[in-house]
């Protein structure tokens, strides 16, 4: 699924950066990918799957 469609950038991708590359809050997705520099509709839901990736990862862990 596209989250951003002003720069193409899929649910997969954010998944796979904050999963593999260690990306953890929006400053490092909008670094990695210019997520949201555009018309900004896509940074709420970026934020909740920022959050679930998280909150997934830690339960891994732990
Ligand atoms: S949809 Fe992401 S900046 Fe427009």
């Known amino acids: 699924m596209?989250?951003?469609l002003c720069h193409?950038?899929?649910d997969k991708k954010l998944r796979k950066l904050i999963l593999e590359d260690g990306v953890?809050?929006?400053?490092?997705i909008r670094r990695?990918?210019?997520l949201g520099t555009q018309c900004g509709k896509c940074v709420r839901q970026a934020k909740e799957i920022l959050n679930e990736t998280?909150?997934?990862?830690?339960?891994?862990?732990s």
């Open 54 to 61: 998280v909150a997934f990862q830690y339960q891994q862990v």
């Open 2 to 4: 596209i989250v951003c």
């Open 32 to 34: 990695c990918t210019a």
């Open 8 to 10: 193409s950038v899929s």
């Open 24 to 28: 953890s809050d929006m400053k490092g």
